[in-house]
């Protein structure tokens, strides 16, 4: 088969992968528009599963991703007046950019023709190949071409967020909150490799505004964070690797949908087919997942439509789940000043309660009080709620009630 691949993020060059491996005698050319070793963004994390998941697809880079990854134990919330709080669990960080030269070196071993600086835009680009992944990103170009048949929808989220680096250490997953003039800001951050984390901070856009922080210059943009910051960052710089007109890349936060994911022969992988906030994290891992369930789709259908139409059954419907999952979260954070006037404890109940379709449509004390019934009464932990919640509120959040402007157009809040 030959196949074009647009895009080498983790979609595109793991799908080349494991269809490789599957089949070397495929014809797999992977188009990034970039040049080689650029990318955006920091390091991901990812838990225990992936690497399970890599292992049983391609040991090889599964090792090599391994090699790189960052443990980080635990969670700490941090809110700025209060003791932090820790809780446990634990993952792995990695560099985006080391993850994906692994995921390049490996494809190329397999023969994967990969290319840089090669944009796709048109359809014609790539006539000549039996399909076509558009594996191209949230802002996807392909999907454009068959907009009427994918039928994306984008909702931009309301809070502002950018996505920075520190050579501050985050052993543990770690969200800090501090209020200013204008509102509370807040970050996410977590070590990726030795001596940087990651540190993506968001905020309201009343808050974004009122602290000038869309009209700074780069450098002024942050310096006004690492004094917001400075207590954690403890004298260590924040770090941003790309900025327009020197102005920081502020962004909010788009969650795409897809009526469809093909159309004759092209396919949606990833994140451009459906996105997820990313305050859970999940984003690569299901760009890798689909990349595997596309795979297997092409290898156990003789048809190109059946398989097509096999690999979105299967995916279409897990989706669903994690996106109203990411949704909550997102509102949630949207939401701050519901919870975060509760004492560190019950905040922190509260922030990893931040899925449930309950704790959304109630009162927090409510939902914190028919918690701790159900404990009591069940001795088990309190996450069947989340299920009662979507018995009870059966048309769930905006998100899988469809309530989703078409693309392109503006944030609908
Ligand atoms: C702030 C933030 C933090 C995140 N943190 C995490 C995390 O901790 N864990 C996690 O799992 N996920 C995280 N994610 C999500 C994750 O980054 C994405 O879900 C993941 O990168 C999707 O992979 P992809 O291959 O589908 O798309 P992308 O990684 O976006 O790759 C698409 C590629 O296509 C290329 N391209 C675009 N258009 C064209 C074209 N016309 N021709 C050729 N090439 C083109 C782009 O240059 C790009 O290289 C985060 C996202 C954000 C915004």
Redesign the pocket.
């Known amino acids: 088969m030959r196949i074009s691949c ?7 060059l793991y799908f080349a992968i494991v269809m490789k491996r599957r089949n070397p005698n495929h014809e797999i050319v992977v ?4 040049p080689a070793g650029t ?3 920091w ?4 838990w225990d599963d992936l690497l399970t998941t890599l292992r049983n697809n391609d040991p090889d880079s599964a090792q090599a991703i391994a090699d790189e990854a960052v443990p980080w134990s635990g969670q700490v919330v941090d809110v700025e007046g209060q003791p932090p709080l820790h809780n446990g669990g634990g993952g792995y960080g990695i560099c ?1 950019r080391r993850l994906l030269q692994i995921l390049i070196e490996r494809a190329r071993a397999l023969g994967v023709d990969v290319r840089f600086e ?4 048109e359809l014609s680009q790539v006539a000549d190949a039996d399909l076509i992944v558009a ?8 999907r454009r071409h068959r907009a009427d048949r994918f039928r994306p929808q984008i909702e931009a989220g309301r809070n502002k ?1 950018i ?1 920075l680096a520190t050579t501050q250490r985050f052993p543990s997953f770690t969200f800090g909150f501090v209020p200013t003039s204008a509102g509370w800001v807040w970050f996410h951050a977590y070590s990726f490799k030795e001596g940087v984390s ?1 540190f ?1 901070v968001e905020c309201a856009p009343e808050t974004w505004k009122g602290l000038g922080l869309g009209t700074m210059r780069a450098d002024a943009g942050l310096r006004t964070l690492e004094s917001i910051f400075a207590k954690h960052l403890d004298g260590h710089e924040l770090i941003s690797r790309d900025s327009h007109d020197n102005r920081l890349p502020w ?1 909010s ?1 788009r969650t795409l949908v897809n009526r469809t994911w093909h159309a004759d022969n092209l396919v949606l ?4 087919a459906h ?2 906030h ?1 305050t859970i ?7 890798i997942d689909d990349a595997i369930a596309l795979a297997a789709a092409l290898s156990e259908h003789d048809s190109l439509p059946g398989a097509l139409d096999a690999f979105e059954r299967r995916r279409h419907r897990a989706l669903a789940r994690v996106q109203r999952d990411a949704r909550l979260s997102a509102e949630w954070f949207e939401n701050l000043p519901r919870y975060i006037r509760y004492n560190a404890p019950t905040f922190f109940t509260l922030l990893l309660a931040r899925r449930s379709r309950l704790l959304k449509r109630m009162p927090a004390r409510t939902y914190l009080y028919l918690r701790g019934h159900y404990t009591k009464l069940t001795g088990r932990a309190a996450s069947p709620l989340a299920r009662i919640g979507r018995r009870a509120f059966p048309f769930g959040s905006k998100a899988s009630r469809g309530i989703f402007r078409a693309e392109p157009g503006t944030p609908r809040r």
Not at 6 to 12: E, F, I, L, N, S
Not at 31 to 34: D, L, T
Not at 43 to 46: L, T
């Open positions: 647009v895009g080498a993020g983790p979609a595109g188009h990034e528009r970039n990318t955006h963004g390091g991901v994390v990812f985006r090669s944009e796709i835009s594996a191209d990103g949230v802002a996807s170009q392909l967020y996505w990651t993506i962004l936060f992988i990833g994140d451009a996105t997820t990313f994290g999940s984003g690569t891992r299901l760009a």
